[in-house]
């Protein structure tokens, strides 16, 4: 087998409107297309069933839009360039899908999300007096380091569990009309938004539109 030499495409980009309703996988294959359609030279995996070599780091929840969504693909070196690949891809790439920023690397790095922030929109948030009690008693149970739990589905069948979400919460914003959230991912996972809203006290129904991640801090490897 001939040895290909590689680069590492990275590619941020935006997910709104209906787009953000796709599933993880479907959000990947809407992608992998994309690239194809493009004319970027993907490179596969070995065996039976052979797989473009690419990932979306960090998993967007269905119904949540996102500023800052990232995807690693492995592709052939050649004479391409960022530059060159950019609008061939924009013009492949559906409506709600919107590119930030297209790199080219010759060093595979891995990227492991460390923090998100979300924007949920409320309406008459400020008039309403549970919620501005819930963000009070959160805000003092976290400086007090005190368990915010919750009650986690396992999915399925299986029992659900009671889990503190606490030391993935960071720090709590909000203004007339939106809350927003850091909240802290580690090996061991993140808060959920429906958890995030139950902790908040926040009935899914008065929110306005769906949750934005605005964004995402990485630590590179």
Known sequence: MVDIATRQLILTFRIE?????????ETVSMLQRALIRAGVRLIYSQ???P?????????RAVGVRSDCEMLCALVEAGDDTAELIRPRLEGQLPEGCTIREIR????????QPVAATYRISVSDL?????????????REDLAEHRPVEVQRSTGGSGPSRILDVGPYLST?????????????????GSVRIEELLGVLKIDPARVSEPVRRESVEWEQR
């Not at 797989?51 to 998993?59: A, G, I, Q, T, Y």
């Not at 709590?172 to 061991?188: K, L, N």
């Open 104 to 111: 080219l690397t010759d060093t595979k790095a891995s990227f």
């Open 51 to 59: 797989r473009p070599r690419l990932s979306l780091p960090l998993p």
């Open 17 to 25: 409107g209906n787009l953000c309703y796709l599933s993880h996988h």
């Open 47 to 49: 065996g039976f069933n």
């Open 126 to 138: 400020s008039a309403d007096f549970s919620i501005q009690q819930a963000m009070s008693r959160l």
């Open 172 to 188: 709590i914003e909000q203004g007339s009309d939106w809350v927003s959230c850091r909240c802290r991912i580690t090996p061991q």
